[in-house]
């Protein structure tokens, strides 16, 4: 009976973990190379090559491992918008930062999108 | 005997009036009179010459009218069916004539009558158009009358309105030479009115130099001002940079900087200011700076590689030369200034954090 609870306990955890993933437990997946890529598109956002800068992002945004990051999804998929702003396409980057704040609400990028769809309607009222 | 076998009455009348003049031609050959004889003497002697032809004569009338009587004798005499028949027919006729006359009596009474009406209606319709041709010749003369009448109204209204016409022309041309004067008057005025305004425009011109001079004087003693306290603020960010720089570089120093970045709404606040910007280099230094302005606000300070990188990255910019080359160039509104200052002490020492 012991043996069967213990059993029991076990596949449960395995069921919770699997639900939670984690990309770092991920064999293939290298959170430094990840992060470097990151940090490497934020320097081109601050230098302005926003070209250069979304196209890193959208590399990120299409990794599987991003997918299942939620601190890194929101942030990929805010800068992207941030860089189609920044290069005079406002519709596009809203469409960025309106999925942001739907998809991953409580997040500090989704305060930051909110705040940058604010800056959006400002400009384009006249 | 049928209609169709019944003799007409006009050839009845005819065979009536043959038979007649036969009786009557043999009732004077039967009828000698005395008052005949005193010609028998010049009778007889034509006698011997004329016997034969008489004797000849009488034999042929005899035979004729014993052939006559032959032939037509049965029937016309005088109670037999068929002169029954003719005589019925008579005076059926003459009884049919008589209706007839009775009414053609009876039609001319009629149209006696009728005439007689007609002849009364004629004359009620004459009596009536008489009086009707009265009225009219009434109305006309009426009419004619009230013509007149409206006629001589007319001309004296005419007469009154051109006694009024005359008058008010008389008071136009009076008013004409009133508005003539008053014309020269104004025009005088308009000249004295012109004068003074020019007098007006050149005193105006004087205050607006004035206005200018004193507006030059105190943009330049705002900009001296705004300088001042440019170089005060400048000189208290200096401070605060050296304090946060030296005592607070690591994660508490971010997340303080986090705070103040977001409490004083620093992003928002430079992108209104940067739409009024002029210059372009300007520009790019404000883009510059919201964008380490927001990577800095989505910094997990937890992580220590990410703050590794935002520090590598501002090492790389240089931000203190790029912020005090607008600083120091002096053209730049104070807002702006301002702004670039506190940025710039925002993201001060965060490239020596670990």
Known sequence: ?126 | MNGEDRPSPDRLEQRLRAWGADEDARREQAIVGPWRLKRAVGFRAGLRRWLPLAAGFVLFVAGASFFAGFRVGRREVPGSPDVIQVQEDLGRLRADLASKAKELGELRATLAETQTRLAGQKTASEIKAAKLQRVFEEQAVALAKEAGRQAAEFERAVAEKQAALNEALSQLRVRDERVKGLAEEVAAAVREAEKVRGELAAQATRLREIEATALAARREAQERLASVQAQQAAMISLFQQVYLAGVVPGPEGLRARQVAAREGRVIRRGAALRAGLPDERTRRLFDTLEALLTQLELLDLDDAAQRESFARLLRTLDLTRQVNDVLLSGSEDPAVKGWLIESQLLLKGIERAS
Do not use: I
Request: include cysteine; charged fraction near 25%.
């Open chain 1, 1 to 126: 009976m012991a043996a069967l609870c213990l059993a029991a306990a076990c596949v449960a955890w395995g069921c919770a973990a699997s639900e939670h993933h984690d990309p770092r437990f991920d064999r293939n997946y290298d959170a430094a190379q990840d992060k470097e890529a990151f940090a490497a598109a934020m320097a081109l956002v601050a230098e302005h090559r926003y070209d250069d800068a979304a196209e890193r992002l959208s590399l990120l945004a299409a990794a599987p491992e991003a997918a299942r990051d939620p601190d890194r999804s929101p942030k990929v998929l805010f800068w992207l918008g941030y860089c189609h702003e920044k290069q005079g396409r406002p519709a596009e980057a809203a469409d960025f930062y309106r999925k942001v704040v739907q998809e991953y609400p409580d997040t500090p990028a989704a305060a930051q999108a909110s705040e940058r769809l604010s800056l959006l309607a400002a400009t384009d009222a006249p």
